[in-house]
C-alpha cells in the first residue's frame, strides 16, 4: 500500500528555514508526479508545489514563489521541499501527495500524516 512520511517540520523565526522531506513506498514513485499541500488549523488546505515524475519541472502557488523548492531523489524514493525567507503566513500542517496540482487536493491523492512547520518570533 501506498505509504508517505513527512519529517523535518519545527518551530522557526521569521526569515529563516526549514527542509521537509518525504519518504515513499508501496508504489512506483519514479513514475508519479508530486506534490506538497499545507493546511492551516481554521483554513481549507492549500497546494503549495508539485514536481513533475522526473525532476526536471516544477510549479508553486503564488504565496511561496521565490522561496521554497522542490526537489526528489528518485534513487532513494524521497521527495523534498526547501523552504526560506519563512514568514507567519508559512504556519500550517504540511502534507505530501501523489500527483501532480490538478490531482493533489482531489480524492484520487494519497497524502501521508503530515510535519508542523511554525514560524514564530
Known amino acids: 500500500q501506498v505509504r508517505l512520511v513527512e519529517s523535518g517540520g519545527g518551530l522557526v523565526q521569521p526569515g529563516g528555514s526549514l527542509r521537509l522531506s518525504c519518504a515513499a513506498s508501496g508504489f512506483p514513485f519514479s513514475a508519479y508526479y508530486m506534490s506538497w499541500v499545507r493546511q492551516a488549523p481554521a483554513k481549507g488546505p492549500e497546494w503549495v508545489s508539485s514536481i513533475n515524475n522526473g525532476g526536471d519541472s516544477a510549479a508553486y502557488a503564488d504565496s511561496v514563489k521565490g522561496r521554497f523548492t522542490i526537489s526528489r531523489d528518485n534513487a532513494k524514493n524521497m521527495l523534498y521541499l526547501e523552504m526560506n525567507s519563512l514568514k507567519p503566513e508559512d504556519t500550517a500542517r504540511y502534507y505530501c501527495?501523489?500527483?501532480?496540482?490538478?490531482?493533489?487536493?482531489?480524492?484520487?491523492?494519497?497524502w501521508g500524516q503530515g510535519t508542523q512547520v511554525t514560524v514564530s518570533s
Open positions: 501527495s501523489t500527483g501532480g496540482e490538478s490531482i493533489s487536493l482531489e480524492s484520487e491523492a494519497t
